[in-house]
T-cell receptor, first 111, second 114 residues
Framework: DQQVKQNSPSLSVQEGRISILNCDYT??????FLWYKKYPAEGPTFLISISSIKDKNEDGRFTVFLNKSAKHLSLHIVPSQPGDSAVYFCAAENQGGKLIFGQGTELSVKP | NAGVTQTPKFQVLKTGQSMTLQCAQD?????MYWYRQDPGMGLRLIYYSASEGTTDKGEVPNGYNVSRLNKREFSLRLESAAPSQTSVYFC?????????????FGDGTRLSIL
Protein backbone atom coordinates (compact mmCIF):
# COMPACT_ATOMS: atom_id res chain seq x y z
CA ASP A 1 0.00 0.00 0.00
CA GLN A 2 1.64 3.19 -1.24
CA GLN A 3 1.48 5.82 1.52
CA VAL A 4 2.91 8.57 -0.68
CA LYS A 5 1.76 8.86 -4.29
CA GLN A 6 2.78 10.99 -7.22
CA ASN A 7 0.16 10.18 -9.82
CA SER A 8 1.76 12.03 -12.72
CA PRO A 9 4.84 10.18 -14.04
CA SER A 10 5.77 13.12 -16.26
CA LEU A 11 5.09 16.81 -16.83
CA SER A 12 6.14 19.07 -19.69
CA VAL A 13 6.20 22.85 -19.27
CA GLN A 14 7.37 25.80 -21.36
CA GLU A 15 10.31 27.82 -20.09
CA GLY A 16 9.16 30.80 -18.03
CA ARG A 17 5.81 29.24 -17.11
CA ILE A 18 4.79 27.69 -13.80
CA SER A 19 5.45 24.02 -13.04
CA ILE A 20 3.13 22.37 -10.52
CA LEU A 21 4.05 18.95 -9.18
CA ASN A 22 1.56 17.12 -7.01
CA CYS A 23 1.80 14.56 -4.24
CA ASP A 24 -0.86 12.78 -2.15
CA TYR A 25 -0.42 10.89 1.09
CA THR A 26 -2.56 8.65 3.25
CA UNK A 27 -1.04 8.83 6.74
CA UNK A 28 -2.15 11.87 8.75
CA UNK A 29 0.65 11.22 11.28
CA UNK A 30 3.45 12.33 8.94
CA UNK A 31 5.50 15.10 10.60
CA UNK A 32 7.39 16.57 7.71
CA PHE A 33 7.33 16.63 3.95
CA LEU A 34 10.27 17.11 1.63
CA TRP A 35 10.92 17.48 -2.08
CA TYR A 36 14.04 16.06 -3.70
CA LYS A 37 15.34 16.67 -7.19
CA LYS A 38 17.24 14.02 -9.13
CA TYR A 39 19.30 14.32 -12.28
CA PRO A 40 20.22 11.19 -14.29
CA ALA A 41 23.13 9.19 -12.86
CA GLU A 42 23.16 11.31 -9.70
CA GLY A 43 21.68 10.91 -6.25
CA PRO A 44 18.63 12.89 -5.12
CA THR A 45 19.35 16.34 -3.70
CA PHE A 46 17.20 18.09 -1.14
CA LEU A 47 15.14 20.96 -2.53
CA ILE A 48 12.60 22.23 -0.01
CA SER A 49 10.59 21.00 2.95
CA ILE A 50 7.52 21.87 5.01
CA SER A 51 6.45 21.01 8.51
CA SER A 52 3.01 19.49 9.04
CA ILE A 53 2.07 22.53 11.16
CA LYS A 54 2.49 24.93 8.23
CA ASP A 55 0.66 25.30 4.94
CA LYS A 56 3.27 27.07 2.83
CA ASN A 57 7.03 27.38 2.56
CA GLU A 58 8.87 29.42 -0.02
CA ASP A 59 12.50 29.42 -1.15
CA GLY A 60 13.27 31.56 -4.17
CA ARG A 61 11.50 30.13 -7.21
CA PHE A 62 10.25 27.11 -5.26
CA THR A 63 7.13 27.05 -3.08
CA VAL A 64 5.60 24.05 -1.38
CA PHE A 65 1.94 24.06 -0.33
CA LEU A 66 0.43 21.64 2.15
CA ASN A 67 -3.30 20.93 2.37
CA LYS A 68 -3.69 18.67 5.41
CA SER A 69 -7.42 18.18 5.07
CA ALA A 70 -6.94 16.84 1.55
CA LYS A 71 -3.66 15.08 2.43
CA HIS A 72 -2.10 16.79 -0.55
CA LEU A 73 1.03 18.77 -1.18
CA SER A 74 2.32 20.51 -4.25
CA LEU A 75 5.57 22.04 -5.45
CA HIS A 76 5.38 25.20 -7.55
CA ILE A 77 8.34 26.33 -9.63
CA VAL A 78 8.07 29.87 -10.99
CA PRO A 79 9.46 30.69 -13.48
CA SER A 80 10.49 27.29 -14.78
CA GLN A 81 13.94 27.01 -16.37
CA PRO A 82 15.47 24.31 -18.61
CA GLY A 83 17.88 23.45 -15.77
CA ASP A 84 14.87 22.44 -13.68
CA SER A 85 14.36 19.41 -15.94
CA ALA A 86 14.79 16.44 -13.59
CA VAL A 87 12.83 13.84 -11.66
CA TYR A 88 11.16 15.26 -8.55
CA PHE A 89 10.37 13.04 -5.58
CA CYS A 90 8.15 14.01 -2.72
CA ALA A 91 8.83 12.30 0.58
CA ALA A 92 7.06 12.14 3.91
CA GLU A 93 8.83 11.72 7.21
CA ASN A 94 7.21 9.55 9.84
CA GLN A 95 7.59 9.87 13.59
CA GLY A 96 10.60 7.54 13.50
CA GLY A 97 12.43 9.97 11.24
CA LYS A 98 12.26 7.66 8.24
CA LEU A 99 11.41 8.86 4.76
CA ILE A 100 8.71 7.37 2.56
CA PHE A 101 9.07 8.41 -1.06
CA GLY A 102 6.61 8.83 -3.88
CA GLN A 103 7.28 7.31 -7.29
CA GLY A 104 8.63 10.53 -8.78
CA THR A 105 7.53 12.92 -11.52
CA GLU A 106 9.80 13.65 -14.46
CA LEU A 107 9.68 17.36 -15.30
CA SER A 108 10.74 18.55 -18.73
CA VAL A 109 11.09 22.31 -19.23
CA LYS A 110 11.26 23.18 -22.90
CA PRO A 111 13.01 26.34 -24.16
CA ASN B 1 33.67 18.38 -1.12
CA ALA B 2 32.87 14.65 -1.41
CA GLY B 3 29.75 14.33 0.79
CA VAL B 4 28.52 10.74 0.43
CA THR B 5 30.69 8.40 -1.64
CA GLN B 6 29.48 5.03 -2.91
CA THR B 7 31.58 2.27 -4.45
CA PRO B 8 31.37 0.66 -6.88
CA LYS B 9 29.27 2.73 -9.32
CA PHE B 10 28.34 -0.29 -11.44
CA GLN B 11 28.40 -4.04 -10.85
CA VAL B 12 27.14 -7.14 -12.63
CA LEU B 13 26.72 -10.31 -10.58
CA LYS B 14 25.56 -13.83 -11.24
CA THR B 15 22.73 -15.29 -9.21
CA GLY B 16 24.06 -16.66 -5.92
CA GLN B 17 27.17 -14.48 -5.78
CA SER B 18 27.82 -12.25 -2.80
CA MET B 19 28.68 -8.57 -2.86
CA THR B 20 29.29 -5.70 -0.46
CA LEU B 21 28.34 -2.14 -1.40
CA GLN B 22 30.43 0.48 0.34
CA CYS B 23 29.34 3.90 1.54
CA ALA B 24 31.31 6.62 3.31
CA GLN B 25 30.36 10.14 4.36
CA ASP B 26 32.65 12.99 5.38
CA UNK B 27 30.05 15.30 6.95
CA UNK B 28 30.33 13.88 10.48
CA UNK B 29 26.71 12.75 10.27
CA UNK B 30 25.31 10.40 12.87
CA UNK B 31 22.61 8.66 10.81
CA MET B 32 23.06 6.65 7.62
CA TYR B 33 20.63 4.86 5.31
CA TRP B 34 20.46 2.43 2.42
CA TYR B 35 17.71 2.67 -0.21
CA ARG B 36 16.90 0.90 -3.43
CA GLN B 37 15.23 2.55 -6.39
CA ASP B 38 13.20 0.51 -8.84
CA PRO B 39 11.29 1.82 -11.87
CA GLY B 40 7.92 3.29 -10.90
CA MET B 41 8.47 2.71 -7.18
CA GLY B 42 10.49 5.61 -5.86
CA LEU B 43 13.11 4.93 -3.20
CA ARG B 44 12.51 2.30 -0.56
CA LEU B 45 14.42 2.06 2.71
CA ILE B 46 16.36 -1.19 3.17
CA TYR B 47 18.25 -0.58 6.44
CA TYR B 48 19.31 2.40 8.46
CA SER B 49 21.67 3.26 11.27
CA ALA B 50 20.47 6.01 13.58
CA SER B 51 23.90 6.28 15.21
CA GLU B 52 27.22 4.47 15.31
CA GLY B 53 26.74 0.99 16.76
CA THR B 54 23.04 0.65 15.87
CA THR B 55 21.25 -0.72 12.81
CA ASP B 56 17.56 -1.33 12.11
CA LYS B 57 15.43 -2.77 9.35
CA GLY B 58 13.59 -0.55 6.94
CA GLU B 59 10.77 -1.37 4.56
CA VAL B 60 12.52 -4.02 2.40
CA PRO B 61 15.34 -5.69 4.42
CA ASN B 62 15.01 -9.30 3.21
CA GLY B 63 18.11 -10.60 1.47
CA TYR B 64 20.39 -7.86 2.84
CA ASN B 65 22.67 -7.28 5.80
CA VAL B 66 24.41 -4.11 6.91
CA SER B 67 27.40 -3.09 8.99
CA ARG B 68 28.02 0.31 10.53
CA LEU B 69 31.79 0.00 10.55
CA ASN B 70 32.39 3.37 12.21
CA LYS B 71 30.78 6.80 12.14
CA ARG B 72 31.81 7.39 8.52
CA GLU B 73 31.09 4.04 6.89
CA PHE B 74 27.94 1.97 6.36
CA SER B 75 28.09 -1.09 4.12
CA LEU B 76 25.32 -3.17 2.53
CA ARG B 77 25.86 -6.87 1.84
CA LEU B 78 24.03 -9.22 -0.46
CA GLU B 79 24.89 -12.73 0.71
CA SER B 80 23.32 -14.61 -2.20
CA ALA B 81 22.26 -12.27 -4.97
CA ALA B 82 18.93 -12.82 -6.74
CA PRO B 83 17.62 -11.23 -9.97
CA SER B 84 14.95 -9.43 -7.90
CA GLN B 85 17.77 -7.45 -6.30
CA THR B 86 18.67 -5.81 -9.60
CA SER B 87 18.26 -2.14 -8.76
CA VAL B 88 19.97 1.16 -8.15
CA TYR B 89 21.17 1.42 -4.56
CA PHE B 90 21.55 4.75 -2.81
CA CYS B 91 23.28 5.48 0.45
CA UNK B 92 22.34 8.59 2.41
CA UNK B 93 23.30 10.33 5.62
CA UNK B 94 21.81 12.95 7.91
CA UNK B 95 23.05 14.80 10.95
CA UNK B 96 20.57 13.03 13.20
CA UNK B 97 17.44 11.01 12.57
CA UNK B 98 14.83 13.62 13.40
CA UNK B 99 12.57 15.96 11.50
CA UNK B 100 13.98 18.79 9.48
CA UNK B 101 17.30 17.08 8.90
CA UNK B 102 17.45 16.47 5.15
CA UNK B 103 19.25 13.40 4.01
CA UNK B 104 22.25 13.74 1.69
CA PHE B 105 22.56 11.07 -0.98
CA GLY B 106 25.42 9.46 -2.83
CA ASP B 107 25.29 9.00 -6.61
CA GLY B 108 24.21 5.37 -6.41
CA THR B 109 25.42 1.89 -7.30
CA ARG B 110 23.79 0.30 -10.34
CA LEU B 111 23.60 -3.42 -9.68
CA SER B 112 22.52 -6.03 -12.23
CA ILE B 113 22.06 -9.66 -11.27
CA LEU B 114 21.89 -12.20 -14.07
Amino acid sequence: DQQVKQNSPSLSVQEGRISILNCDYTNSMFDYFLWYKKYPAEGPTFLISISSIKDKNEDGRFTVFLNKSAKHLSLHIVPSQPGDSAVYFCAAENQGGKLIFGQGTELSVKP
Amino acid sequence: NAGVTQTPKFQVLKTGQSMTLQCAQDMNHNSMYWYRQDPGMGLRLIYYSASEGTTDKGEVPNGYNVSRLNKREFSLRLESAAPSQTSVYFCASSEIQVSNQPQHFGDGTRLSIL
